[in-house]
């Protein structure tokens, strides 16, 4: 397969897992399904929008430049002296590049927030209040600590789910782009299609 094929291939790929991203950074604002009454209400790691600017938004950009670099027929550049697709698939790199620190940012921050656990209104003894009462992470391995979050209903599994999907996209996106890094590299060393770079057999 070509290189610009391939990158074309990554940006398809790349597309829907930002859309789905950005989706779940917006459920996010939305605890348990519902509004929030008070913005406190929220968990602080989705005020930093790992989902929207760094797997959304920063992912769409190389996606589209990705998709981009194949516009034509993949032995077209064969012969051609132009330098065009080469200094393209080299520029891929430096987008795909900022793909990586989007999608980086994203799992970092869905890490710190799957640590931390939500804010919901915790129950200590007779005392309720809105807090983050997980913030040492022995909730993961101690489910009867999740009973003492009384409201939003469900808030941990919401966190949780929705942390969840964030970390293992951002973890693919990050990976997808990071291939893009190789493949531009290549086509920018090999020309569009390396199994006919320098060979006029496949020319018309």
């Given at each position: 397969?070509?290189?610009?094929?391939?990158?074309?291939?990554?940006?398809?790929?790349?597309?829907?897992?930002?859309?789905?991203?950005?989706?779940?950074?917006?459920?996010?604002?939305?605890?348990?399904?519902?509004?929030?009454?008070?913005?406190?209400?929220?968990?602080?790691?989705?005020?930093?929008?790992?989902?929207?600017?760094?797997?959304?938004?920063?992912?769409?950009?190389?996606?589209?430049?990705?998709?981009?670099?194949?516009?034509?027929?993949?032995?077209?550049?064969?012969?051609?002296?132009?330098?065009g697709?080469r200094?393209?698939?080299?520029?891929?790199?430096?987008?795909?590049?900022?793909?990586?620190?989007?999608?980086?940012?994203?799992?970092?921050?869905?890490?710190?927030a799957?640590?931390?656990?939500?804010?919901?209104?915790?129950?200590?003894?007779?005392?309720?209040?809105?807090?983050?009462?997980?913030?040492?992470?022995?909730?993961?391995?101690?489910?009867?600590?999740?009973?003492?979050?009384?409201?939003?209903?469900?808030?941990?599994?919401?966190?949780?789910?929705?942390?969840?999907?964030l970390?293992?996209?951002?973890?693919?996106?990050?990976?997808?782009?990071?291939?893009?890094?190789?493949?531009?590299?290549i086509?920018?060393?090999?020309?569009?299609c390396?199994?006919?770079?320098?060979?006029?057999?496949?020319?018309?």
């Open positions: 397969m070509c290189s610009g094929s391939f990158a074309k291939c990554l940006g398809i790929t790349l597309i829907p897992l930002a859309i789905l991203c950005v989706l779940c950074n917006i459920l996010l604002f939305f605890p348990g399904g519902l509004v929030a009454e008070d913005n406190d209400h929220i968990t602080k790691e989705v005020w930093y929008f790992g989902g929207i600017m760094g797997s959304g938004v920063l992912m769409i950009l190389p996606a589209l430049v990705f998709l981009g670099l194949k516009n034509n027929d993949c032995c077209g550049c064969c012969g051609n002296e132009s330098c697709k200094f393209a698939m080299f520029t891929s790199i430096i987008f795909a590049a900022v793909g990586v620190l989007g999608a980086g940012y994203s799992f970092i921050v869905s890490a710190v799957i640590h931390n656990g939500p804010t919901c209104l915790y129950t200590n003894g007779t005392t309720e209040s809105w807090t983050n009462p997980f913030v040492d992470g022995d909730y993961l391995n101690n489910h009867n600590l999740w009973q003492g979050c009384k409201a939003p209903e469900g808030i941990v599994t919401w966190h949780l789910t929705l942390f969840s999907m970390l293992v996209m951002g973890l693919l996106q990050a990976v997808l782009c990071s291939i893009q890094v190789i493949n531009g590299l086509g920018a060393i090999c020309g569009d390396c199994g006919c770079c320098g060979s006029t057999d496949g020319a018309v």
